[in-house]
């Protein structure tokens, strides 16, 4: 099932995504209805239809009757709690197909702590483009909507292959997942933290982790310690 948003005491024509924090939920495929939310606030209802079931709207007419928490505040760009709800009927449960943008990028699945695999993309399979640099010379490079994500995989890469993991935080790696995981799925702030996808250390790591395949790399060395010595008994 798909979550329903509830933004209180706006109409459609006043609604503006990046005003509470859900210009990454995108514009495409996104429907408004202006109506009744919780408790009996007026304002504008909205879903994104996804492609695993394109046609299928949420359950409107059962809006009293659904689960709705509030937006929490957001310090860092100045934004109120309660800005907007979110909400779902009780027992439902949203699966990483209901939130999948129609094109996903290739990746790696991992098991977030809501126990269902989310594809993750991998920055070297993101889309490139052959360009002329500034010396005249043919270079390949990431197409620009996806440089801020290719960069902060190799960032986090090269502070553990470098040996630097002390200047690693688990404020990194919760970037690095939630913008990983944001251009394969349409999510917010507030839906990652309603989901519960993203909660341990350990599954933040190692979603962020998967942006540049580190779980193929200690497989890899857990096979080469395993492997017998090829070096000639003395």
């Known amino acids: 099932m798909q979550p329903l948003f509830f933004v209180p005491g706006i109409t459609r024509q006043s609604l503006k995504l990046d005003a509470l924090g859900l210009e990454t939920m995108g514009l495409d495929h996104l429907n408004v209805g202006e109506g009744m939310g919780p408790h009996g606030k007026s304002g504008v ?29 957001d310090p860092d760009r100045g934004l109120a709690g309660e800005r907007f709800y979110l909400g779902k009927l009780p027992g439902d449960v949203i699966r990483p197909a209901d939130l999948a943008r129609p094109r996903q ?8 702590d809501d126990g269902q695999q989310w594809l993750v993309p ?4 993101l889309p490139h483009e052959h360009v002329l640099d500034e010396a005249g010379r ?26 630097a993991s002390d200047r690693l935080t688990i404020g990194d790696a919760k970037v690095l997942a939630r913008e990983a995981l944001t251009l394969n799925y349409r999510l917010c702030r507030d839906l990652i933290d309603w ?15 998967a942006t540049f395949e580190l779980q193929r790399w200690v497989a890899i060395a857990e096979q080469k310690k395993n492997l017998p010595s090829l070096t000639p008994a003395s």
Not at 60 to 73: I, L, N, R, S
Not at 122 to 125: H, N, Q
Not at 195 to 209: E, M, Q, S, V
């Open 45 to 73: 209802l909205l879903w994104w239809n996804a492609p695993a079931h394109p046609l299928q709207s949420p359950a409107m007419e059962k809006v009293a009757e659904m689960q709705w928490v509030a937006a929490k505040p």
């Open 105 to 112: 990028q290739d990746g790696l699945e991992v098991r977030l």
């Open 122 to 125: 991998v920055a070297r399979l």
């Open 138 to 163: 043919e270079i390949d490079c990431v197409q620009p909507q996806y440089v801020r994500l290719f960069e902060l995989a190799n960032q986090f890469c090269n502070k553990i292959l470098h040996a």
């Open 195 to 209: 989901l519960g996808i993203l909660r341990t250390d350990d599954t933040l790591f190692w979603a962020a982790g």
